[in-house]
């Protein structure tokens, strides 16, 4: 069986599992982003954008789908603090937005080929 058998708090490893906990708002923004990227189409372009900085345009035919519905995503994306964007004339470029997401990315990938 894979439960305890007997009951047993070993509170100095509590205590130290517990300090390690975000504040709740902080936990909730992380629950955030990690179900944002859960969505197929959302982790698509924040893998791609993981190599380089790329117009809607370009996103849209990496996901094989609308710029519409890439806007759509992106919006989310944004909201998080996840994308950002920089606008060129009448283009419109998104990157990730620091080092923190692309490191997230990358240890993910490598994560889930083991």
């Known amino acids: 069986m894979d439960v ?11 205590r130290i599992a517990s300090d390690l906990l975000p504040k709740p708002h902080i936990l909730g ?14 982790l698509k ?18 996901c094989n789908i609308s710029e519409s ?6 919006k989310t994306l944004r909201m998080l603090k996840i994308v950002q964007f920089r606008k060129e004339g009448k283009i419109v470029y998104y990157r990730l937005d620091d080092e923190h997401v692309n490191s997230l990315i990358k240890q993910s990938i490598e994560h889930a080929s083991e």
Do not use: G
Request: proline content about 2%; some cysteine.
């Open 69 to 74: 519905a890439i806007s759509h995503h992106l």
């Open 4 to 14: 305890c058998q007997e009951k047993i708090i070993h509170a100095e490893k509590v």
């Open 45 to 62: 372009i924040v893998i791609a954008l993981s190599a380089c900085e790329l117009c809607v345009c370009d996103i849209a035919a990496v």
């Open 29 to 42: 923004s992380l629950a955030e982003i990690f179900k944002s990227l859960s969505d197929p189409t959302r």
